[in-house]
């Protein structure tokens, strides 16, 4: 097998960095506490007026006719159905719109990191638990927590320690989990591993 002479790997892997630069300065992010980049890509994306060629499924709201759904959540929620990569950012996330906007969130809570996701709450709430516990591990988590902990509390084989969240007489409603609550039940139990908490209190 011959190389090309006119292939040169390193000036176009030089070439391609290059690009990635020029849009990441061209890009829609801010980097600053009053930012909100998904969003603002988002607008960005429609400013600019991209089209874009992927799966079916986002459509960006112009399928020409929005879905009967559009009347009760209006036709924004279906602009923003905007594919992350080709869309909202470039194909390699050049404009760091996502890393970027789970920096800022850490520096909002107080995190060492965020990481988002969307693939919805229940492979979110099974592969955090699958990743952080053992079987015959415990593990603090509010007791009316979603129905996914507990099938990952089946998956993982680790057992709860319940945290009480506070209970709205008025409403007949359990909220978050309030810090102080959640302290004295990992004092109580040091062999806790992980807490897993649903709406917390921040």
């Known amino acids: 097998m011959t190389m090309d002479a006119n292939l040169d790997v390193d000036a176009q892997r030089a070439r391609n960095a290059e690009k990635a630069q020029e849009e990441a300065e061209r890009g829609p992010v801010r980097k600053t506490l009053d930012a909100a980049p998904i969003a603002e890509a988002i607008a960005a994306y429609h400013d600019r007026g991209d089209l874009t060629f992927g799966i079916p499924a986002h459509r960006s709201g112009r399928s020409g006719r929005l879905p009967e759904a559009a009347h009760v959540v209006g036709p924004d929620a279906f602009r923003a159905d905007i594919g992350m990569d080709k ?95 959640l302290e004295a039940v990992l004092a109580e139990h040091p062999e806790v591993r992980a807490a897993l908490v649903f709406t917390p209190s921040y």
């Open 87 to 181: 869309g909202i950012d470039t194909r390699h996330q050049s404009w760091q719109v996502e890393p970027t906007a789970m920096e800022l969130f850490a520096d909002a809570v107080g995190a060492d990191q965020t990481l988002f996701s969307t693939g919805g709450s229940s492979q979110n709430v099974h592969v955090a638990m699958l990743a952080t516990v053992r079987p015959g591990e415990q593990i603090a988590m509010a007791r009316n927590g979603h129905k996914s902990a507990l099938a990952a509390l089946v998956l993982s084989g680790a057992w709860p320690v319940y945290v009480e969240p506070v209970y709205d007489a008025a409403l007949q409603v359990a909220h978050g989990v309030e810090a102080a609550t």
